[in-house]
């Protein structure tokens, strides 16, 4: 099948290749001094297919630590996704990335996101973004998570005694899935009930697999498949809000029980309210943002605690320390989650050596200087998380998984960047803390597990996935 998609696109690329380097050259900047050092690969699709590959074999740090060495810089030249681009590497390139939103580089998405998933659009201009940063604190700041602590508690609870208990073996990525979609479904939109919840979860898992691929709009691509699901998602979501507007105003629904609610109750400075559709579209960025994000690190650390039983254990210790404290059947609360260091320490040394999230595309919106290199405006820029996380210079040692890197002021400024940093940084860094606590937590409490597939292959398409989903028998310690 990738095959067949790969084919496909060169075909493309063979038709349409002139015309476009004609406008390449024809748009080209007049901007002069010397660029960063590398390579444009082939026409239009550039280094795009090595750069994805590298991912597809499980290293996608290999396509930058190569030209790291090859050209001796922390940034050098590509071209990615039909774009001229340069990719920063190292502290000093997050830090000028990060430091310089909205003055010299603004977000960007490959054109496949944008398709799929069209607010894409207008969270990545300024204006948008403003208005969508003030909204998101109140549902996000830790003081308003605090209250979302026990749902949380009570969601987890009912997903592994679904999904976990009593099974003698169980594959953990599509569990980790249903676990965080859960959440997400009763936490943004009220929606709780498993089978309303399933309704929505094929369709989405359809459109996370399609987001960042090769853009062929053509039955049976996964581009296609993921156009066709959020379309399907989006007019769900509208059903759910249209149900909502009539829930509130008749009292049935309370306004501060979810973010919808909330997204509907708040006006902007003009006293103007958002239109369903831009609810819908803003609710559908948080479902996709934290989906398989956090997905992929449950699954991470239950790899990882497989593999490592002194670490295990010092989770397990801490967690049981936790529950003893708690009486029959009451919940977790903020209280607990803050006892939980060393599993967060845990949880970090997993986002260090599994960034679910590789790293994420600025565009440059003026002619800058950067390490005495010229970037010229329109170009795509590209942090990386590996260029730090996996690197020597930052983290010495960097293939020991060593929660310790995180104990006391922790790993220096702008070289852990799971959730990226400056103005754009996730806004759902706070709760994907909590989500991945209250895992951890349900987990070590209940099971021991070994893995099935002692060497299972890792796939990063794009987020880092256990070849086969992870397969893994439990142990039950109730037992
Ligand atoms: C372990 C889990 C997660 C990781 C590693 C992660 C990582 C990231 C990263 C690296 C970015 C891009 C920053 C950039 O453009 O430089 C991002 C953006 C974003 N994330 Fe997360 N994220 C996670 C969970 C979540 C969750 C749970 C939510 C929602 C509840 C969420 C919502 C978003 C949104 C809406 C954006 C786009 C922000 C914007 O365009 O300004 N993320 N995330």
Redesign the pocket.
Known sequence: MEFFYVSLLCLFVFLISLSLHFLFYKNKSSFSGQIPPGKTGWPVIGESLEFLSNGWKGHPEKFIFDRIAKYSSYVFRTHLFGEPAAVFCGANGNKFLFSNENKLVQ?WWPASVDKVFPSSNQ??SKEE?VKMRKMLPTFFKPEALQRYVGIMDHIAQRHFSDGWDNKNEVVVFPLAKRYTFWL?CRLFVSVEDPAHVAKFADPFNELASGLISIPIDLPGTPFHRAIKSSNFIRKELVSIIKQRKIDLAEGKASPTQDILSHMLLTSDESGKFMHELDIADKIL??LV??HD??SS?CTFVVKYLAELPEIYEGVYQEQMEIAKSKAPGELLNWDDIQKMKYSWNVACEV?RLA???QG?FREAITDFMFNGFSIPKGWKLY?SANSTHRNSEFFPEPLKFDPSRFEGSGPAPYTFV???GGP??????E??RL??LVFMHHLVKRFKWEKLIPDEKIVVDPMPIPAKGLPIRLYPLNA
């Open positions: 977000a969270t990545s973004a997400a960025g948080l943002g934290g994000t956090a690190a986002l960034p679910p999230l994420a942090w799971p959730f990226g754009r940084m996730c806004p759902g860094k709760y994907a989500e991945i």
